[in-house]
């Protein structure tokens, strides 16, 4: 039987965005910003100006949180390009508000930390995030099997990122292990929302996902590229062995695709055959670049 000539992917994703959605909201972790931060800790910038030595941090830790923060901060953007792919009237669209709603806090509680602990130079990264929000530059995928496939690598790429970077920070910084790993932990739900979402697309048509997923692959970049010196500090962060090609790799794309299976999937157009076999050589490739990066020495698989 051939696949169908025409599927309505939004139409038909409906039910199991709804299914999702009531899942998320039943596994809800309730926190709030202003009782994670220990607002004793703070110190007025004006009786004391900000120095790199109030919080010792390797470069690569310190490139972490002010990419991680900057990224969050461009969250008007990103939902802007998710409601664009989301009608009125579908479940999509609460499901985005609600994202939004969750994702909102991320910045927030970050920022406070950030000013408090003194980790990053506060005139830096209002700098930074004034051209990075000028910008506005973030993916915009063209079709809702591309978004959906780019959003499941984004938000397991982003989990990591937080999580590595909480791991990075000196054991005494109860606080900043905590603030980084809430979000960490906001991050993981959406992730299960977006893969698990991606999965029933994959059942719904196949040969849409599977060349969307493929493109996604290859033109993967983490949604921060509008950040002032991206590509600096993300050596200094792969370096740092937060993220970088190695952790795409082994932390993204294995789990992600071993959960959908890509290769037991069937009746598939001849472009969707062909985009299968492009993938699966696009990670060998990914494989080979970061062994031999590795052998170098650790963190020097970059992204």
Not at 116 to 136: A, F, H, N, W, Y
Not at 233 to 260: C, K, T
């Amino acid at each position: 039987m051939a696949p169908r000539p025409s599927i309505d992917l939004l139409h038909e994703i409906a039910p199991d965005v709804e299914r999702l959605f009531n899942r998320h909201l039943e596994s809800a972790r309730g926190w709030y910003p202003h009782e994670i931060i220990d607002w004793g800790q703070g110190e007025s910038f004006a009786d004391r100006p900000w120095s790199e030595t109030d919080y010792d941090l390797p470069a690569g830790v310190r490139s972490a949180i002010y990419v991680n923060l900057l990224t969050e901060d461009n969250l008007p953007y990103y939902t802007n390009t998710l409601l664009s792919h989301s009608p009125e009237g579908h479940p999509l669209r609460e499901w985005n508000r609600q994202w939004t709603m969750e994702e909102n806090r991320h910045a927030m509680v970050m920022r406070d930390w950030v000013h408090i602990s003194r980790c990053i130079d506060p005139t830096l990264l209002e700098d930074g995030r004034r051209v990075q929000m000028k910008r506005g530059e973030v993916p915009q995928p063209a079709t809702l099997a591309e978004l959906v496939s780019y959003v499941a690598f984004q938000e397991r790429a982003t989990q990591i990122a937080h999580r590595n970077t909480a791991a990075r920070l000196p054991k005494e910084d109860k606080m900043g292990r905590l603030v980084l790993g809430t979000v960490a932990g906001d991050e993981t739900k959406h992730f299960m929302f977006y893969r698990d979402l991606a999965l029933a697309a994959f059942a719904i048509d196949p040969s849409a996902m599977m060349v969307a997923a493929a493109q996604q692959v290859r033109a993967f970049a983490m949604p921060g590229t509008g950040i002032p010196g991206f590509t600096r500090h993300a050596v200094r962060i792969a370096r740092e062995n937060i993220y970088g090609l190695g952790q795409f790799l082994n932390d993204v794309l294995e789990p992600v695709l071993g959960v959908w299976d890509l290769g037991h999937l069937e009746k598939l157009t001849s472009e969707a055959e062909r985009a299968r076999e492009d993938l699966m050589g696009f990670i060998d490739k990914i494989g080979e670049s970061v062994s031999r990066l590795t052998s170098r020495g650790p963190g020097l698989a970059t992204a």
